[in-house]
């Protein structure tokens, strides 16, 4: 996911977004911790978007627009 995609979401779809990425999390590292991780990148593509939508709801928290 880019960021242009994410700033183009509505403060409540970047809540959503989220949320849905730290639920995938949870399941990629219960996956590693019983060795059923298929594709380990994964872990750190999740980690990286959830940082990227963090970062554009903090960008906006500080401009004062809820888009």
Not at 12 to 39: M, S, V, Y
Not at 42 to 67: F, M, N
């Amino acid at each position: 996911m880019k960021a242009s995609e994410i700033r183009e979401k509505t403060q409540t779809e970047l809540e959503k977004e989220e949320r849905d990425l730290k639920a995938e999390l949870f399941k990629i590292r219960f996956q590693l911790a019983t060795n059923q991780l298929e594709n380990p990148m994964r872990l750190r593509e999740v980690k990286k978007s959830i940082a990227k939508v963090k970062t554009i709801i903090r960008e906006r928290q500080l401009k004062g627009t809820d888009k």
